[in-house]
């Protein structure tokens, strides 16, 4: 049973264009919710992160969006740049602390 | 933020021997983690390494089969025991901060059992 969902395994963009990652869960009782990206060889690198109590988090190039009526959220990159290459790994989390991950978005950035 | 490292960074092994995988911290740390990335996969966590006492397992994974040492607020261990090429993965450990829902990883652990 996947609480955390990523339907696109993959998804290529343009350089300079928006690349929009999309995440579903079920669990109504999570709480906060990541993104991570991961290179080749490294481990998880933390992204970006947004509260149930908020709808949007912006950071930079990077903007959350959560619908928790929808129980969706994604992940804008805007502009696009080739060095946004990577696997991108939607998270979520409830009061324990444990994070249940997403299976995954390989991106790639086109120059 | 800490530094993480883990040792080895990856090791090709023989069916039914045993591999102990190093996390290192370069502070104290509440929490930290043990995840498995199968190929193709997601993140699993397979437990939460407390400082003193037994891990906490998940669901699937039991201690039998990858004992975890915590023997204080820096440093755990992960062993996978008896291994078979399903064991194939990558291990990372994370470390995670009280009140704080971030985790952070460490480089992880490239596994091959043959």
């Known amino acids: 049973d996947q609480q955390v969902k990523q339907n696109s395994p993959s998804l290529s963009v343009q350089e300079g264009r928006i690349s929009i990652l999309n995440c579903d869960y079920t669990?109504?009782?999570?709480?906060?919710f990541l993104w991570y990206k991961k290179y080749p060889a490294e481990g998880p690198t933390f992204l970006i992160s947004?509260?149930?109590?908020?709808d949007k988090n912006e950071d930079g190039r990077f903007t959350v969006f959560l619908n928790k009526s929808a129980k969706h959220l994604s992940l804008h990159i805007v502009p696009s740049q080739p060095g946004d290459s990577a696997v991108y790994f939607c998270a979520a989390t409830t009061e324990s602390g444990q994070l249940t991950f997403g299976s995954g978005t390989q991106l790639t950035v086109l120059p | 933020s800490a530094v993480i490292s883990q040792k080895p960074s990856r090791d090709i092994c023989q069916r039914g021997t045993s591999l102990t995988i190093q996390c290192q911290v370069d502070s104290q740390v509440t929490m930290m983690f043990w995840y498995r990335q199968q190929p193709g996969q997601s993140l699993t966590l397979i437990a939460t390494?407390?400082?003193?006492?037994?891990?906490?397992?998940e669901s699937g994974f039991v201690i039998d089969k990858f004992p975890i040492s915590r023997p204080n607020l820096t440093f755990s261990t992960l062993t996978v025991s008896n291994m078979s090429p399903e064991d194939s993965s990558i291990y990372l450990c994370?470390?995670?901060?009280?009140?704080?829902?971030?985790?952070?990883f460490g480089p992880g652990t490239r596994l091959t059992v043959l």
């Open positions: 390494a407390n400082q003193g006492s037994e891990a906490t397992y």
């Open positions: 669990n109504s009782m999570f709480d906060y």
């Open positions: 994370s470390l995670g901060v009280a009140g704080v829902g971030e985790q952070f």
């Open positions: 947004i509260s149930s109590i908020k």
